[in-house]
């Protein structure tokens, strides 16, 4: 099974930008990955961010942006506030529509 | 509005079996799969598979199959999770969620369900 690495821990200033990564151990991320990114605050259901790589929903915040960057999936965050403090994990999908979600990345803003 | 509500929280000792539920609504729920994931105490979320209601068609992580079963049952919109000997290492928040259209990954997710197992 394939393993989706991402960036255990980042911090972030309020109004700042910040990206977050998302690999792949078969190789590098494409959009036949399908890279979908969620959010979730303690104690809180996932929230889903970004679907297709760098599709939005109607709830997802104008400051969250997602790309392809240097053979990842990214999710950049531009003008960080204090609610986005929380933990976002990536999800690729691989043969047989399986997906496999990263470990996550706790975000600070501080 | 589209919703997918879980059976509530369970407490179960381990070896016994359970099936916990997640009903869909405010939407054709034959025409997106549903996804279940797992959260352990304190840590990440794991891909555990996927069900079509609309044919059963079911896809389970590597990590999960023989571990669990996912089925539906189409005619109550109600897709299941379940287990036939449980274990204390199966104590976690489970999570349905609705993929959407482009059948790559979630939009919409349940309120979860906790399950503890313990002696």
């Known amino acids: 099974q394939a393993v989706v690495t991402q960036e255990p821990s980042l911090t972030v200033s309020p109004g700042g930008t910040v990206t977050l990564t998302c690999g792949s151990s078969?190789?590098?991320?494409?959009?036949?990955?399908?890279p979908y990114w969620f959010q979730q605050k303690p104690g809180q259901t996932p929230r889903t961010l970004i679907y297709?790589?760098?599709n939005k929903h109607s709830w997802t915040p104008a400051r969250f942006s997602g790309s392809l960057l240097g053979g990842k999936a990214a999710l950049t965050l531009s003008g960080a506030q204090p609610e986005d403090e929380a933990e976002y994990y990536c999800?690729?999908?691989?043969?047989?529509?399986?997906?496999?979600f990263g470990g996550g990345t706790k975000l600070t803003v501080l | 509005e589209v919703q997918l509500v879980q059976s509530g929280a369970e407490v179960r000792k381990p070896g016994e079996s359970l099936k916990i539920s997640c009903k869909g609504s405010?939407?054709?729920?034959?025409?997106?799969?549903i996804g279940w994931v797992r959260q352990m105490p304190g840590k990440g979320l794991e891909w555990m598979g996927i069900?079509?209601?609309?044919?059963?068609?079911?896809r389970y992580s590597p990590s999960f199959q023989g571990q669990v079963t996912i089925s539906a049952d189409k005619s109550i919109s109600t897709a299941y999770l379940q287990w036939s000997s449980l274990k204390a290492s199966d104590t976690a928040m489970y999570y349905c969620?609705?993929?959407?259209?482009?059948?790559?990954?979630?939009?919409?997710w349940g309120q979860g369900t906790t399950v503890t197992v313990s002696s």
């Open positions: 969620a609705k993929y959407d259209t482009s059948g790559g990954g979630m939009d919409v």
């Open positions: 405010g939407y054709i729920f034959t025409s997106n799969w």
């Open positions: 069900i079509y209601p609309g044919d059963s068609d079911t």
């Open positions: 078969t190789g590098a991320v494409t959009s036949g990955h399908y």
């Open positions: 297709d790589t760098s």
């Open positions: 999800l690729l999908s691989y043969s047989g529509a399986r997906g496999v």
